[in-house]
Nanobody
Framework: QVQLGESGGGLVQAGGSLRLSCAASGSFLSIIYIGWYRQAPGKQRELVAAITSDGSTNYADSVKGRFTISRDNAKNTVYLQMNSLKPEDTAVYYC????????????WGQGTQVTVSS
């Protein structure tokens, strides 16, 4: 059984930084897709950044140049480095991993709160 564990959220002042982590545990073959999403109160969940199966990275326009998505294959962990944070970045952040076992399915992390004060 595959499980995801998120960490790294918290309260930070505008202009500060946080690094979110998402560790996959259990028995699986590979992680073929990585996505970080966020959901602010009263808003729909939106894609923040992703690494697709061909290795390309995509970022929402609102975070380009400030956020960096990465992975550590040895640790089965993915990261979202967030710099120059703004109050509008306040949201619950979720990792979403495409994991291959005998088949491939998407798994969601439990979410971690990021609050940016002005």
């Amino acid at each position: 059984q595959v499980q995801l564990g998120e960490s790294g959220g918290g309260l930070v002042q505008a202009g500060g930084s946080l690094r979110l982590s998402c560790a996959a545990s259990g028995s699986f073959l590979s992680i073929i897709y990585i996505g970080w999403y966020r959901q602010a109160p009263g808003k729909q969940r939106e894609l923040v950044a992703a690494i697709t199966s061909d290795g390309s990275t995509n970022y929402a326009d609102s975070v380009k140049g400030r956020f960096t998505i990465s992975r550590d294959n040895a640790k089965n962990t993915v990261y979202l480095q967030m710099n120059s944070l703004k109050p509008e970045d306040t949201a619950v952040y979720y990792c979403n991993l495409g994991i291959r076992t005998t088949f491939t399915r998407l798994y969601w992390g439990q979410g971690t709160q990021v609050t940016v004060s002005s």
